[in-house]
């Protein structure tokens, strides 16, 4: 019960897997990580990057919290993102939400979930920002899968809104940062036409002279 041995020799089964197909790869793993992805997801079990887009080990530098949020004040987000952006010199950073979001449900829900509520919060203020798109929807998945997306398209914002994005753009470095969504129920990708590639594409608010 301590061990969880399973989990171990499942491991050694993968590592065997990798290693016939490329001898070498885990000594060049172990000199270099240059992913050009920062991915920025859902903790959700079901939502594995790597595997998602089809990935192996070094190839995509991954965050994840619930519902796949940016916050100001979260220094663990920035930090990630200031270490891919400054030290990795990512190209592209990707906001990756998911259909049927237990953090996105959850705050559409007017009941007590305790602790969580405070970062709930963040999801319960995109939908104030948007609520006259939800006053035409019926069913509560079609005001899901609204807010799933919205979220997503906040988050690209505040991503953007960051000091560490906008001084990458600002000393002329290539990073563009995208919205995308997944659906569990199919495993496919959406890409949400949501793409910022430089300073001058954010509110005017937001930017630092």
């Known amino acids: 019960m301590k061990v969880l041995r399973h989990l171990f020799d ?18 060049k793993l172990s ?15 079901r939502v594995p ?5 089809n990935m192996l080990p070094g190839e995509i530098f ?8 940016v916050v100001h ?26 259909y049927g979001c237990g953090g996105i449900q959850a705050a559409l829900e007017s009941c007590d979930h305790g602790l969580i509520d405070n970062w ?10 948007h609520r006259d798109k939800f006053e035409s929807l019926e069913s509560e998945k079609a005001k899901s899968d609204l807010l799933c997306e919205l979220n997503v398209i906040e ?3 505040n991503v953007c809104n960051t000091t560490i994005v906008q001084n990458a753009w600002k000393s002329g470095q290539e ?17 949400l036409d949501v793409c910022t590639t430089g300073f001058d594409q954010i509110s005017s608010h937001y930017r630092l002279k």
């Open 62 to 69: 991954v965050h994840r919290n619930i519902a796949n949020l």
């Open 10 to 27: 499942n491991n050694k089964k993968w590592a065997d897997k990798i290693k016939k197909s490329d001898p070498d790869f885990f000594a």
């Open 31 to 45: 000199r270099q990580q240059k992913p050009h992805y920062l991915w920025i997801g859902c903790a959700d079990s």
């Open 49 to 53: 990057a790597n595997e998602i887009v």
């Open 175 to 191: 990073l563009a940062v995208h919205g995308w969504i997944y659906g569990i129920e199919d495993g496919i990708l959406k890409d």
């Open 73 to 98: 004040t979260d220094l663990n987000c920035l930090s990630v993102i200031q270490y891919a952006v400054e030290v990795l010199r990512v190209r592209h950073i990707i906001v990756c939400g998911h």
């Open 155 to 157: 988050q690209v914002a």
């Open 120 to 129: 709930l919060r963040h999801i319960r203020d995109v939908y104030r920002y």
